[in-house]
């Protein structure tokens, strides 16, 4: 069913916050946004348990990937164009082009898991989302819940009860 | 005791707006005084560019390089710069694997090192060629007649390791930068607000965010940690794969990675103490800090002696006549003085810190620690410039002459890294407040309930 | 519209054309070749190969000058020639930037002013023709060089018809005291060809037969001839002389005598001889051995010379029992007092040993027995400063410089009030004259010359005259300027007369009819003619006159050399092996070559025992003032153990006073003029000299004085390229013991790298594998090897400083080391350059691939690919790579030498010795055009070509009949820094030495192999 209200309840605390996610839950308000000024990991825990793991860590995997083959086939591949023989060595000699290989996966894994956190993360958020406060940068915490609209009062009276100092719709 | 003025609030229960205030204070408004030193330093660099476009237009020859050291102080800077680079990562990757929480403290400030110490030294490869101007055919880059540059060669790997960590240590840095500036861009207003606005990639902090973010924190930290051993052991390649006598060694990866480390150490020192003064940083920088900085060098320090003596003792044991040679006219000829001068300041320097009360005197900490920037700067003009001068054929051995040309860019380029520092924390927050936060206490209703937690 | 017609079209193109090259790249439009009408012999980018001689000394050897596009860019040694064999010297080499050097003068002066040639010449032949006219003709005088041919007898001839004065053939080195040796000794006023390459045992006191001493070229191909260690054997050569000079050190014993007791040496030495009755020969001689013998004295010489009286005694009796012996003497340093008797003493020693007739030939006489002794230029002296003469011809001589102040000739030139210097550039000499006519280059004109009695070279322009600045020189050959000088001023006519001969080649040619007849060629002249062109001359062996001992002879008196002063050290002056007498000063290729023995290069220094050194507290570069009683000169010092204690060695050349290209000082930053403000560098040490004439000899003493010596403060760092001279137990220059060398000759040595297992697959060579070897027992360190590289590569010269400063540019260096006591070393000379190693350090390293190892064995370097990160210039252990640390230049017109076969190197880059890559390429050429594969022998490269003792050889090594395989596989072969597994392509072969020196083998440091 298609949201249509946003109710923002703004918290000073980890575990009143927590509360509120524990309640909303109960109540079967699922589609939560939880803002947090820092990673706070109660806070985290309680989210988490309901979702998959981020799928950040698959974009490093194949960047990596990708580096180490990218690193092996540029050494050896352009080694054979010429074929040139310095200091009695094969041109292709597997021990130094391990290092190219080993920096190049390094190097496109590191940037595969940044972009990840751009992609996965939604990033660049152009328009700030509506129920966005500038205190969620500073000490407060926000618990913003999309629900139909004739839930609105039950969802702000769950969020006062879990000790929101502050509710909004 | 500390010559500092009593700081004005020594606890570290800080709140988080405090944190937020105490941060964003430091990128108000410069005073004078700053400009003053921005003034002072810019000039020295014009001074560097002005010597660099001369070296540029008569050639390298402007620089004391000689047959046989064809390579002198260009090379031994740039490991310099490189070596500093290190401690940054170690700091924010490293520790922030082992959950070291008395790092947040001073990592901004580190990792922001670490950038500008790896485009510092990026610059010498440049300076240092004989045609700068074809330096890009290092560069691996589709041409038509197929011409690559000799993976064989250890300044390829160079090439790759060094862009690969200036990479790495940039993306790293900036990540963990966008939820700081997103505060920064909440308590700001006008164009500064817009400009924050546009690097906050617009940053909410909504855990949809979070999630992503850490898990990707968190990998990019496990990719920089290789790099912390990695990077400093292919420079070291430079010189290990070369067949002069006392660069031809299996010893040198560890010895430069831990020399590299060491030595940001101390520059990491030297950079946070004035930054704890100017910025009343007491707070967040206390004496547990300090403490084990110090430490961490004194370690270092130790493990640096112990890679001396076995350099000197392989020398000897080899029975190799290059080698003992090599070692003895390092220690004997022209160049004595910058050979024990760096057994000093890296080996018997270092040993105050044994003392607790050392290691929490800011004064001695700075002087400790310049003195091991000199030190460790000393260790690589050991290694090239009376290496080369005295290595296998006595028909071309020479002493090598600094120039004002060559002199005045290596000036020039500490100039350059300390006009991007200063730049930088004039604009960007050099505390982290993400995570200075988040090892302060979190704001609980029922302390009880969470008590004891981490 | 106008229409343009084809003519003017082709005249703005060519101009046009013309205009681009002459603003763009360097040489001018006149360079190019119009192939409307293609000069003879000049193919656009064939070189074309012209014979001639080399006049930079009176040796005249043959040389073979390559043209390319019409200009010469490389001097080399004619193979048939008999004199030089092939080889070639650094004078030689040099002859080229004579050529081709910016002071060249454009066109004639008159008072230091520019004038054509008819005003400068009527200057001449008025006064000449007035003066013959008034029958006054004694009152002109001419003095030129040797000159022993065609031109001397045209000279001559002029002189004949104006009634002047008899030509004086000026030559500073004159080797007076040897003829009038051997004019009290056999009554023959001539100089012998002396047959080192024939004895068994030389014996030389003083003579520097390696360096200048007469046809000192020639006698290098001899040396190794007697002396390289061949089937078992070596000559034995034993040289006495107060100082350690090259030919000492390429000794098997230097007897280090006190100066001027050569002669009391060599009469002890007969003395032993006729005492033991060792001496051949017949009766009439012995009775004047006898009585020479009785002035010898053992014990008188030793004590005076230094030398033991054993030693004496063991040479005497080595020398006499070989049966091969020959004794020679004379050098220019060791002109003492007594040295007229010192060479009869020499004499009767080759008397005694049987070596007159045999490897004394006076059949084959060298030139310099027709040189005016000096007692005439003193004779002329006096006249010009009595105001006798009224015109003075200078023929290129240089008498301001060479000859003392003392002599008095510069003030008694001003007393003359013509004086005409024909020369090619500006001299002290040209400097002074009235008038001055270019002379054009040797290279440049036509003319012959006998190099020894029986060999007549042929000269034969070898280009057109050298543009400077886009403009040809107004410049005449000497025999045109004589020719038209002499019409003239005796109001001749061209064609009939006298002097009729339009042009001297036409007067060369008719000369040449009657050498046609001596040599009794029965083909036509034409042929003849074309064949002496072909081969560089003519040559026969001319029947050696039995020559008889005089009892004159018998009356020789023993004495050492009285030196004037109460100075504390004996003034050695001594001629450069690079500058001769002082001529080839201006020249940037000799200055840069080291000089072999002390390894300084430019500027000049007084060599002083370490004693003394030590005693004043002088360091190397500490400015040094020696005054004699006829002057005082400054200069740095260079103290050494390798000369007598009581003496102070400086060598002429250096210190000119003349302005020139390169006189005044410039920015050390760029090429060229780094090479500035050497030219008046140095001293010259004939101000010390007496000007006074030996009564004896007729010639002028160059060891005449006693020096004090004082320390000025001042310094003056020399530039030395070579950091010290003892290896350091590096085995870099190895030796091996006679006897020993004769028995691995028979074993041979251990196969390569066997105990030195690789990782990698071995190297393979689809069909060459270019390689050399160099015998450091033939190289007596002469560095022609040196500037033929230089000359053949397009080396640039860096200057003072930068060699100074560890930046000398040149591609193949010569080390010397020594072993052994201090003062008695062993010396090795090395010829070090690329060793193209297998497993080469300096090719992984480079980031770009400029190094790498070619199909061929070669060390390639990609100038173009070169970024110059250096990293190959550490790694190489032999240091042989040379980067350009600045935009090295060549002052015009002496980039007309450059090669156009080689890369100038630019800016930044990394260059090395390449074994003349371009030769081995061009020989490919050939040999595929000849449908087979290249042979041994079909190419040389320069410093192979250049080496008169043949000491480097250049090859194919996968040809196993090769001669470098064979060398390479020689059981004196050795590679430099063998353990460092580099397997070089070049290898080198043991000197071989009578004894261990003194300090025992060169032993690597204890557990070095381990």
């Given at each position: 069913m298609a949201a249509s209200a946003n109710v923002l309840g703004v918290f000073a605390h980890v575990d009143t916050t927590v509360q509120a996610i524990r309640d909303l839950r109960a109540q079967g308000f699922s589609d939560l946004t939880v803002y947090t000024p820092v990673p706070v990991e109660e806070i985290e825990h309680e989210i988490e348990k309901v979702r998959p793991l981020s799928a950040v860590r698959l974009f490093t995997l194949v960047g990596a990937l990708t580096g180490t083959a990218t690193g092996f086939f540029l050494t050896i591949w352009s080694s054979l164009k010429w074929e040139l023989v310095t200091g009695g060595k094969a041109p292709v000699s597997i021990p130094p082009f391990v290092i190219i290989a080993f920096e190049l996966t390094i190097l496109l894994g590191g940037l595969a898991s940044a972009l990840a956190a751009l992609i996965l993360g939604r990033l660049p958020k152009l328009t700030p989302s509506p129920t966005y406060d500038p205190r969620f940068t500073l000490d407060r915490f926000g618990v913003a819940v999309a629900c139909a609209p004739d839930k609105v009062d039950s969802v702000q009276s769950v969020l006062s009860a879990a000790g929101a100092e502050e509710v909004r719709r | 005791m500390s010559t500092l003025p009593a700081p004005l609030s020594t606890t570290s229960q800080a709140t988080w707006a405090d944190v937020n205030r105490d941060v964003i204070r430091t990128v108000s408004m410069p005073g004078d005084r700053y400009f003053a030193w921005m003034c002072l330093v810019a000039l020295t660099l014009a001074c560097g560019v002005a010597a660099w476009a001369w070296q540029i237009w008569v050639g390298i020859g402007a620089a004391g390089k000689r047959t046989p050291q064809m390579w002198a102080m260009y090379i031994t800077t740039f490991v310099f710069w490189i070596g500093i680079g290190h401690a940054g990562t170690l700091i924010s990757a490293v520790l922030y694997l082992f959950r070291a929480r008395w790092r947040t403290a001073i990592y901004r400030g580190a990792e922001a090192m670490t950038v500008f110490a790896v485009i510092t030294a990026g610059l010498f490869p440049l300076i240092h060629a004989g045609r700068m101007w074809f330096?890009?055919?290092?560069?691996?880059?589709?041409?038509?007649?197929?011409?690559?540059?000799?993976?064989?060669?250890?300044?390829?790997?160079?090439?790759?390791?060094?862009?690969?960590?200036?990479?790495?240590?940039?993306?790293?840095?900036?990540?963990g930068l966008v939820p700081d500036v997103a505060a920064l861009r909440d308590s700001s207003t006008g164009i500064k607000r817009k400009i924050y606005a546009v690097i906050a990639l617009g940053w909410e902090g909504s855990d949809q965010q979070w999630r992503h973010y850490r898990r990707a924190y968190g990998l990019l930290a496990a990719l920089a940690t290789p790099l912390v051993l990695s990077v400093h052991s292919v420079v070291s390649f430079d010189f290990a794969m070369a067949l002069v006598p006392g660069w031809h060694s299996t010893l040198f990866a560890p010895f430069f990675v831990d020399g590299a480390i060491f030595s940001g150490f101390a520059m990491v020192l030297v950079l946070m103490l004035p930054m704890r003064y100017l910025f009343d940083w007491y707070a967040y920088i206390t004496d547990r800090h300090l403490d084990a900085m110090a430490k961490l060098t004194l370690v270092t320090s130790l493990v640096l002696?112990?890679?001396?003596?076995?350099?000197?003792?392989?020398?000897?044991?080899?029975?190799?006549?290059?080698?003992?040679?090599?070692?003895?006219?390092?220690?004997?000829?022209?160049?004595?003085?910058?050979?024990?001068?760096?057994?000093?300041?890296?080996?018997?320097?270092p040993l105050v810190l044994l003392s607790r009360k050392a290691r929490v005197n800011t004064v001695i900490l700075y002087v400790v620690s310049i003195l091991v920037l000199i030190g460790m700067w000393l260790e690589r003009f050991n290694i090239i410039v009376p290496g080369l001068g005295h290595d296998f054929y006595p028909y071309t051995w020479g002493t090598y002459y600094p120039t004002v040309t060559d002199s005045t860019i290596i000036v020039g380029s500490f100039a350059w890294f300390f006009i991007l520092f200063l730049g930088f924390i004039r604009v960007m927050p050099s505390l982290s407040i993400v995570e200075v936060k988040e090892v302060l206490p979190h704001p609980l209703k029922h302390a009880a309930s969470h008590g004891g937690h981490h | 519209m106008s229409v343009m017609d084809r003519r003017s079209f082709f005249k703005i193109v060519a101009t046009t054309g013309a205009a681009a090259a002459a603003g763009g790249c360097g040489p001018s439009a006149e360079q190019f070749i119009p192939y409307v009408i293609p000069p003879d012999n000049i193919v656009p980018g064939i070189p074309a190969y012209f014979s001639t001689v080399c006049r930079e000394c009176p040796s005249g050897c043959g040389l073979i000058a390559k043209n390319r596009d019409g200009r010469v860019i490389k001097l080399e040694g004619n193979p048939d020639h008999p004199t030089n064999t092939g080889g070639l010297c650094i004078r030689a080499h040099a002859a080229l930037q004579g050529l081709y050097h910016p002071d060249r003068f454009r066109g004639p002066l008159a008072g230091g002013k520019p004038v054509t040639w008819d005003e400068a010449e009527k200057q001449l032949t008025d006064k000449l023709g007035a003066l013959a006219k008034a029958r006054q003709g004694a009152r002109i005088a001419v003095v030129s060089g040797l000159e022993t041919g065609s031109l001397g007898r045209l000279m001559d001839e002029w002189t004949r018809l104006l009634g002047a004065r008899p030509r004086i053939a000026y030559e500073p080195l004159g080797y007076e005291a040897i003829r009038a040796a051997n004019r009290v000794s056999f009554g023959r006023d001539a100089i012998p060809d002396y047959a080192i390459g024939d004895a068994t045992y030389l014996v030389s006191f003083g003579a520097d037969f390696l360096e200048t001493w007469l046809n000192c070229e020639g006698y290098t191909a001899d040396f190794a001839r007697m002396h390289a260690f061949y089937q078992g054997k070596q000559g034995t050569f034993v040289h006495v002389e107060p100082r350690l000079s090259l030919t000492a050190a390429n000794a098997d014993q230097w007897l280090r005598n006190a100066p001027g007791t050569e002669g009391l040496l060599a009469l002890a030495m007969l003395r032993v001889i006729v005492d033991e009755g060792l001496q051949v020969g017949g009766a009439a001689d012995l009775n004047t051995l006898r009585a020479a013998a009785r002035a010898g004295d053992v014990e008188g010489a030793a004590s005076a010379s230094g030398v033991p009286a054993e030693t004496i005694k063991k040479v005497a009796r080595d020398l006499a029992k070989s049966r091969g012996g020959l004794v020679i003497g004379g050098g220019m340093a060791s002109t003492g007092s007594t040295v007229t008797d010192t060479l009869v003493a020499v004499n009767l020693l080759n008397a005694a040993i049987g070596a007159v007739g045999t490897r004394v030939r006076f059949g084959s006489a060298l030139p310099l027995g027709k040189a005016s002794p000096y007692s005439d230029v003193a004779a002329l002296t006096q006249a010009m400063a009595g105001g006798q003469i009224d015109v003075l011809v200078l023929v290129d001589v240089n008498p301001v410089y060479a000859l003392p102040p003392k002599a008095g000739f510069v003030d008694a030139l001003a007393k003359v009030p013509l004086v005409v210097a024909l020369a090619g550039r500006p001299s002290e000499t040209t400097a002074r004259a009235h008038v001055v006519l270019p002379?054009?280059?040797?290279?440049?004109?036509?003319?012959?010359?006998v190099s020894e009695e029986g060999v007549l070279g042929l000269m034969q322009p070898t280009m057109g005259p050298v543009q400077v600045e886009g403009k040809a020189v107004v410049a005449l050959s000497t025999g045109d300027v004589f020719l038209r000088s002499g019409r003239k001023a005796l109001g001749l006519e061209e064609g009939k007369g006298p002097l009729k001969w339009p042009t001297f080649a036409d007067y060369l040619k008719d000369e040449w009819q009657r050498v046609a007849r001596d040599y009794g060629s029965s083909a036509p002249f034409g042929e003849f003619w074309e064949g002496a062109l072909r081969r560089g001359g003519v040559w026969r062996q001319p029947a050696s006159p039995a020559v008889v001992l005089r009892p004159e002879a018998g009356r020789v008196q023993a004495g050492a050399a009285k030196l004037q002063g109460d100075g504390t050290h004996a003034l050695l002056v001594y001629p450069s092996s690079r500058f001769y007498d002082g001529r080839g000063a201006d020249r940037p290729w000799?200055?840069?070559?080291?000089?072999?023995?002390?390894?300084?290069?430019?500027?000049?220094?007084?060599?002083?025992?370490?004693?003394?050194?030590?005693?004043?507290?002088?360091?190397?570069?500490?400015?040094?003032?020696?005054?004699?009683?006829?002057?005082?000169?400054?200069?740095?010092?260079?103290?050494?153990?390798?000369?007598?204690?009581?003496?102070v060695a400086v060598a002429m050349g250096q210190g000119h006073k003349f302005p020139g290209v390169f006189a005044n000082e410039g920015n050390a930053a760029t090429g060229t003029s780094s090479q500035a403000g050497y030219l008046n560098v140095g001293a010259n040490p004939m101000e010390l000299l007496p000007g006074a004439v030996d009564p004896a000899s007729g010639g002028l003493p160059h060891l005449a004085v006693k020096v004090t010596i004082a320390a000025t403060g001042g310094r003056r760092p020399l530039a030395v390229p070579q950091a010290q001279f003892n290896q350091d137990e590096r085995e870099i220059a190895q030796w091996v013991e006679l006897g020993s060398a004769r028995e691995t000759e028979l074993r041979g040595r251990p196969p390569e790298h066997a105990n030195r297992p690789s990782m990698y697959p071995p190297v393979k060579y689809?069909?060459?594998?270019?390689?050399?070897?160099?015998?450091?027992?033939?190289?007596?360190?002469?560095?022609?090897?040196?500037?033929?590289?230089?000359?053949?590569n397009n080396v640039p010269t860096v200057g003072k400083a930068q060699v100074a400063y560890g930046r000398i540019q040149h591609w193949l260096r010569v080390e010397r080391w020594q072993e052994g006591a201090a003062t008695q070393?062993?010396?090795?000379?090395?010829?070090?350059?690329?060793?193209?190693?297998?497993?080469?350090?300096?090719?992984?390293?480079?980031?770009?691939?400029?190094?790498?190892?070619?199909?061929?064995?070669?060390?390639?370097?990609?100038?173009?690919?070169?970024?110059?990160?250096?990293?190959?210039?550490?790694?190489?252990?032999?240091?042989?790579?040379?980067?350009?640390?600045?935009?090295?230049?060549?002052?015009?017109?002496?980039?007309?030498q450059l090669n156009p076969d080689v890369t100038v190197r630019q800016l930044g880059v990394m260059e090395k010795c390449t074994m003349c890559v371009q030769r081995t390429v061009a020989a490919k050429d050939m040999a595929r055009e000849a449908g087979r594969t290249v042979k041994d022998g079909d190419m040389q490269t320069a410093c192979q070509q250049t080496c008169p003792t043949q000491a480097i050889t250049f090859g194919n090594l996968k040809d196993g009949g090769a001669l470098v395989s064979k060398l390479s596989l020689s059981s004196r072969g050795y590679h430099v820094l063998e353990d460092l597994g580099t397997t070089p392509g070049v290898t080198y072969l043991k000197k071989v030495v009578r004894s261990e020196p003194a300090g025992g083998h060169d032993k690597p440091a204890e557990g070095h192999k381990a």
């Open positions: - | 330096a890009y055919w290092l560069m691996p880059y589709p041409n038509q007649r197929y011409l690559w540059p000799n993976f064989k060669s250890p300044l390829v790997w160079d090439v790759f390791a060094i862009s690969t960590y200036l990479t790495i240590s940039v993306v790293f840095f900036i990540v002696s112990y890679f001396y003596i076995c350099e000197v003792f392989t020398a000897w044991y080899s029975g190799e006549h290059f080698e003992r040679a090599s070692v003895f006219a390092k220690a004997t000829k022209e160049y004595a003085w910058a050979y024990w001068g760096m057994y000093f300041c890296n080996c018997l320097v | 002379l054009l280059h040797s290279l440049e004109s036509w003319g012959d010359y000799l200055q840069e070559v080291p000089d072999s023995v002390t390894q300084v290069a430019w500027d000049s220094w007084a060599e002083i025992p370490t004693e003394t050194a030590t005693k004043m507290g002088l360091k190397r570069g500490d400015l040094v003032k020696l005054t004699s009683p006829h002057g005082s000169i400054e200069l740095p010092a260079y103290p050494t153990d390798l000369v007598h204690p009581g003496v689809p069909e060459y594998r270019w390689g050399m070897s160099v015998d450091v027992d033939r190289c007596t360190g002469c560095q022609a090897c040196v500037l033929a590289c230089q000359s053949e070393p062993v010396n090795m000379f090395l010829p070090m350059f690329c060793q193209h190693c297998e497993v080469a350090p300096c090719e992984p390293v480079c980031p770009v691939y400029a190094a790498y190892h070619t199909k061929e064995g070669l060390n390639g370097q990609v100038y173009n690919r070169c970024v110059g990160t250096r990293y190959c210039g550490n790694n190489c252990p032999y240091h042989v790579r040379k980067f350009n640390w600045f935009n090295y230049t060549w002052t015009a017109p002496l980039d007309l």
